[in-house]
Nanobody
Framework: QVQLVESGGGLVQAGGSLRLSCAASAFSYYVMGWFRQAPGKERAFIAAINRVDSNTDYADSVKGRFTISRDNAKNTVYLQMNSLKPEDTAVYYC???????????????????WGQGTQVTVSS
């Protein structure tokens, strides 16, 4: 059974750091991404990484503060979040695509598997 298991969310003060993990089981992904959804807002793209060449992409709002990486041996992707701001508060979702990129890595429809979400809260 395909699963994406997220971990690493929590409460942190502004300026602090957190690292999210997303472990994929039972399949190999082509690309994995992170999205987030704040209360009352739509789910938004954060970052993505290709399995084969590690090519990455970031939303402008997190560029320079967040880093996405992967460990193929563990079939796991990480999101290192530094210099966190209160506006980063959201539920963070990892997503994986078992198919080659057809749409954009920034679009939710590219991904056919989703994690359960993990809460990140940044206090001011």
């Amino acid at each position: 059974q395909v699963q994406l298991v997220e971990s690493g969310g929590g409460l942190v003060q502004a300026g602090g750091s957190l690292r999210l993990s997303c472990a994929a089981s039972a399949f190999s992904y082509y690309v994995m991404g992170w999205f987030r959804q704040a209360p009352g807002k739509e789910r938004a793209f954060i970052a993505a990484i290709n399995r084969v060449d590690s090519n990455t992409d970031y939303a402008d709002s997190v560029k320079g503060r967040f880093t996405i990486s992967r460990d193929n041996a563990k079939n796991t992707v990480y999101l290192q979040m530094n210099s966190l701001k209160p506006e980063d508060t959201a539920v963070y979702y990892c997503a994986a695509s078992s198919r080659s990129v057809t749409y954009s890595r920034r679009q939710a429809r590219q991904y056919n598997y989703w994690g359960q979400g993990t809460q990140v809260t940044v206090s001011s």
